[in-house]
């Protein structure tokens, strides 16, 4: 089984940025599609973005986007989460997940699809 970590979580104001990164192990990651999901307190968690393995295709909540950018580097084996405009209801812990893809260009915004996922990494957004 595949192991990822993420980092760069933390606290910023309103309308600011934080940069989200994810680092695998244990598989072929440049075959893996990747994914971010949240999940606030008391809620499920849900969908915020996705990438597939070759980077050339990419899937996005409407809640994030033009404000998120997922991106990887299949020769690091690291997947970004660029996080621009923030709100307050972004607050959430969020999550990195991987799953094998069946073609270079699948993406997927369901989280069955995905067999990994990280630890996750506290966001928090004040006001």
């Known amino acids: 089984q595949g192991r990822l970590v993420e980092s760069g979580g933390g606290l910023v104001q309103a309308g600011g940025s934080l940069r989200l990164s994810c680092a695998a192990s244990?598989?072929?990651?440049?075959?893996?599609?990747m994914g971010w999901f949240r999940q606030a307190l008391g809620k499920e968690r849900e969908f915020v973005t996705a990438?597939?393995?070759?980077?050339?295709?990419?899937k996005y909540a409407d809640s994030v986007k033009g404000r998120f950018t997922i991106s990887r580097d299949n020769a690091k084996n690291m997947v970004y989460l660029q996080m621009n405009s923030l709100k307050p209801e972004d607050t959430a812990v969020y999550y990195c997940?991987?799953?094998?893809?069946?073609?270079?260009?699948?993406?997927?915004?369901?989280?069955?699809?995905?067999?990994?996922w990280g630890q996750g990494t506290q966001v928090t957004v004040s006001s």
């Open positions: 997940a991987g799953g094998g893809a069946i073609s270079s260009s699948a993406v997927y915004s369901t989280q069955d699809e995905y067999t990994d």
């Open positions: 244990g598989r072929t990651f440049s075959s893996y599609a």
């Open positions: 990438i597939s393995w070759s980077g050339f295709r990419t």
